[in-house]
């Protein structure tokens, strides 16, 4: 079969490999769809831990073509998204119910063979069955819907509450229509692309802002801003040096800054402690999707997640290592690598 193999840092290409076979209690997945993450171009680059030479691809989804001895909860034909953060079970952290803090945690697609191929093994307990309906490009959709589950529920996110989300990226959209179906009342979104700040608007966003166009922190929250005082919770959702340091200036007294995007394994921003003090802010870090993978396949099956207006476009694999190692086009939200695809 055909495969995007990570050689080693910096060495991406399309190769071919032996189609993998299910060991007991995997599955054998005919991969429909698998989206390009900025992580995918971090690991590329060296600036995110992963294990080469590997199959790149975490955000996937796809066809159940063979069961192993041992499945029990799916069988050929189904389709299924696959949740590709594996913990062990028997660290400290798993103990505690903290499965994403494992410290033995590998990843499908970072660690082990992942969604950029014709095919992927997965075990059993990382795979949600999805809708037989459902359109299969959608699936690949729930694990950043799921990292995004997990920001929302560390930052306590109630009714009524007021909140900022910075970058319209995937991540950023996301969380924008999480925030609002979880009765958030304000929701301000902050990106440069104009036709992001459109699409944001028209997914619930009450208000866009253009951090271009001058001081954003004083046009949010100064006294006849967007939201005077600051938001209840700010969401980062860019991973840019700015962005990580506004965060907790544009959340309100009291207020949380969650942090959901990734920046590069070493990077430094500054952060002012008396100003976190002084207002009580809450800055709050949120690693992938404990136990919220379920969740997300659940609203995007239902419908309740809106993920057709992300798709920027339709690449095959032979495109797909190009893709990675390039920045993101213009505007591009999300780019589908579909096997098959010409």
Same mark, same amino acid.
């Given at each position: 079969?055909?495969?995007?193999?990570?050689?080693?840092?910096?060495?991406? /290409?399309?190769?071919?490999?032996?189609?993998?076979?299910?060991?007991?209690?995997?599955?054998?997945?005919?991969?429909?769809?698998?989206? +390009?993450?900025?992580?995918?171009?971090?690991?590329?680059?060296?600036?995110?831990?992963?294990?080469?030479?590997?199959?790149?691809?975490?955000?996937?989804?796809?066809?159940?073509?063979?069961?192993?001895?041992?499945?029990?909860?799916?069988?050929?034909?189904?389709?299924?998204?696959?949740?590709?953060?594996?913990?062990?079970?028997?660290?400290?952290?798993?103990?505690?119910?903290?499965? &994403?803090?494992?410290?033995?945690?590998?990843?499908?697609?970072?660690?082990?063979?992942?969604?950029?191929?014709?095919?992927?093994?997965?075990?059993?307990? /990382?795979?949600? $069955?999805?809708?037989?309906?459902?359109?299969?490009?959608?699936?690949?959709?729930?694990?950043?819907?799921?990292?995004?589950?997990?920001?929302?529920?560390?930052?306590?996110?109630?009714?009524?509450?007021?909140?900022?989300?910075?970058?319209?990226?995937?991540?950023?959209?996301?969380?924008?229509?999480? $925030?609002?179906?979880?009765?958030?009342?304000?929701?301000?979104?902050?990106?440069?692309?104009?036709?992001?700040?459109?699409?944001?608007?028209?997914?619930?966003?009450?208000?866009?802002?253009?951090?271009?166009?001058?001081?954003?922190?004083?046009?949010?929250?100064?006294?006849?801003?967007?939201?005077?005082?600051?938001?209840?919770?700010?969401?980062?959702?860019?991973?840019?040096?700015?962005?990580? /340091?506004?965060?907790?200036?544009?959340?309100?007294?009291?207020?949380?800054?969650?942090?959901?995007?990734?920046?590069?394994?070493?990077?430094?921003?500054?952060?002012?402690?008396?100003?976190?003090?002084?207002?009580?802010?809450?800055?709050?870090?949120?690693?992938? &999707?404990?136990?919220?993978?379920?969740?997300? $396949?659940?609203?995007?099956?239902?419908?309740?997640?809106?993920?057709?207006?992300?798709?920027?476009?339709?690449?095959?694999?032979?495109? $797909?290592?190009?893709? +990675?190692?390039?920045?993101?086009?213009?505007?591009?939200?999300?780019?589908?690598?579909?096997?098959?695809?010409?």
């Amino acid at each position: 079969m055909k495969a995007v193999r990570l050689q080693a840092t910096g060495q991406l /290409q399309l190769c071919e490999v032996e189609k993998p076979v299910p060991g007991p209690g995997e599955l054998l997945v005919r991969i429909e769809a698998c989206g +390009i993450c900025g992580t995918d171009r971090h690991i590329f680059h060296g600036e995110f831990p992963s294990k080469p030479p590997v199959t790149l691809g975490h955000e996937f989804a796809g066809i159940v073509e063979t069961a192993g001895p041992g499945v029990t909860d799916f069988r050929p034909g189904m389709r299924v998204t696959g949740d590709p953060n594996i913990s062990c079970g028997s660290c400290e952290e798993c103990r505690r119910g903290r499965v &994403n803090l494992c410290r033995n945690l590998r990843a499908i697609g970072i660690h082990r063979d992942g969604g950029f191929a014709d095919y992927v093994c997965m075990p059993q307990s /990382q795979a949600f $069955a999805l809708p037989a309906d459902l359109d299969p490009l959608h699936g690949a959709f729930c694990e950043p819907l799921a990292c995004c589950i997990h920001g929302v529920d560390l930052a306590g996110l109630h009714a009524g509450a007021s909140v900022i989300v910075l970058g319209g990226g995937v991540i950023g959209l996301l969380t924008l229509q999480l $925030a609002t179906l979880a009765g958030a009342t304000r929701v301000v979104l902050v990106t440069r692309s104009a036709g992001k700040r459109r699409l944001a608007e028209s997914l619930g966003a009450t208000a866009t802002a253009d951090p271009g166009d001058g001081d954003i922190i004083a046009r949010l929250t100064d006294a006849d801003g967007l939201l005077p005082g600051g938001a209840d919770v700010v969401f980062e959702c860019a991973g840019v040096t700015d962005t990580m /340091q506004q965060a907790p200036r544009l959340a309100r007294r009291g207020g949380s800054a969650v942090i959901l995007g990734v920046m590069p394994q070493g990077a430094k921003i500054e952060i002012e402690p008396f100003d976190l003090l002084f207002r009580e802010v809450r800055l709050i870090s949120s690693f992938v &999707n404990p136990f919220t993978h379920g969740r997300a $396949a659940d609203l995007i099956a239902t419908g309740r997640i809106k993920v057709e207006p992300l798709i920027s476009r339709r690449i095959g694999l032979a495109e $797909a290592p190009d893709a +990675i190692i390039k920045p993101a086009r213009g505007g591009e939200i999300r780019a589908l690598v579909i096997p098959g695809w010409e």
